[in-house]
């Protein structure tokens, strides 16, 4: 007898139901243990050169512990050597140790550096007035929290000048000096004119050893420029930066002080200042060798201003006649602000060796940003450096590794490149004659 033609078709229809809803053996899962999924490790994007890499781990007894805690430490190194051509331009090569710009660290001081070469461009956008440099500057305050200045008792004339803040930022690291230098500028020009520059992520935004609020600092004082004859050259009033920051997330440590107040979590740094290594390397660069970068990078100031900065840049506070810092040699000792192959040392630095450099140390940060060079033994070179010595992971409790782990590594650092620098062959000898200045003591 033949099938019934609908009862084959429901068989049928009935065992393709049936398969479609078993589970393959493999899907099963026999011992009921939950599926792992595997996460592939966190690249590191920082920049290492094995050759920095590998000159650190020659040196054991003074890096080892500090290179195994680089994370901790945010460890980050710019070597730069330097070779001349026949033409005496200079060739710039960087080595890079862990260096990362997603790795905040505070740059502190450092800031003040490029702000000093923008206060000078500026003059010289404003140079139709008839002010430079040497020009009077009165500072007016127009707010409960600005505070005015009408004389400096530092100066010679007794006259607060952009020269003379610039002498006092560049020598000293003075925070009041750059504060009326910000001020002067405005947030909204010093950030637009870096990153025209291609420093993109560079966010200046406020002065520096004053408790005030971002509204605050994005307010700056009205400033005049005077003759001698106290005729007002140049007026500017008081500006409001409309600025609007690139949104940051940066953080440290796991708590830090409010007042007396022990506050148990990171804290916010994504209103500070910030600017990375490379940006402070690149800029110092374009200062000491304009032609080793792009045209774009340069800033618009005079040879003469060049000369300026490179001056005040290698004075020794103990070189200095006004500001009067040879008076304060107890408190202004030959080597300070200048970290790399010095540290903490207060004896007389070489006469032979120079460095044109800016400091920066804040909430557990030292960095310096330096070119550094040996008229005895015909060597120049650029080293760049900064460390986090905060053990504790507290801030603003004034309990900083400076002297223990920061300052020795600071001090090594510069010794071992100066002497890889020592044996390092050139082709053609530099010319370092127009680094010699004479400085007010000689």
Known sequence: MKPNKQVVMYLIGSLIILFSCSTPK????????????????EVD??????????????YPLQFQSILQNKKTNNV???????????????????????????????PASTVKFPVAILALQRLNELKQ?????????????????????????????????????IKKILMVSDNDAYNRLYEFLGQEYINEELHKRGYKNVQILHRLSIS???????????????????????????????????????????GFYRGDK??????????????GLEELTSILQSIIFPESVSAKQRFNITEEDRQFLLKYMSQLPTES??????????????????????????????????????VGDAYGHLIDVAYIVDFDKNIEFFLSASIYCNSDEILNDDKYDY???????????GKIIYEEEVNRKRKIVPDLSGLKFVYDKN
């Open 262 to 275: 022990l506050v148990n979590e990171p804290m916010d740094f994504s209103k500070k200042n910030n600017i």
């Open 26 to 41: 493999k899907a099963q899962n026999m011992d009921n243990k939950p599926n792992i999924i595997s996460i592939p490790p």
């Open 45 to 58: 994007t920082s920049k290492t050169d094995p050759f920095l890499k590998d000159l650190l781990n020659k």
């Open 321 to 358: 006649t006004f500001p009067p810092y040879s008076d304060e040699p107890t408190t202004y000792w030959p080597s300070y602000c200048k970290f790399l192959y010095f540290g903490s040392e207060k004896g007389v630095i070489p006469k032979n060796i120079r460095v044109f450099n800016k």
């Open 403 to 413: 002297d223990s782990i920061g300052f020795p590594f600071m001090k090594n650092l």
């Open 129 to 165: 007035k008839g002010i430079d440099l040497n020009t009077t500057m009165v500072t007016e305050a127009y707010t409960q929290k600005q505070t005015a200045v009408f004389n400096d008792a530092t100066a010679k004339d007794g006259k607060p000048t952009i020269a003379h803040y």
């Open 76 to 106: 980050q190194i710019i070597y730069t050597t330097v070779d001349r051509g026949k033409n005496g331009l200079a060739s710039l090569k960087n080595y890079y140790y862990n260096v990362n710009t997603k790795n905040y660290f505070y």
């Open 212 to 254: 005030l609020s971002e509204d605050e600092n994005r307010k700056t004082n009205a400033v005049r420029f005077l003759d001698s004859n106290n005729t007002v050259l140049y007026e500017q009033a008081m500006q409001t930066s409309k600025m609007v920051y690139a949104v940051r997330k940066d953080s440290l440590g796991k």
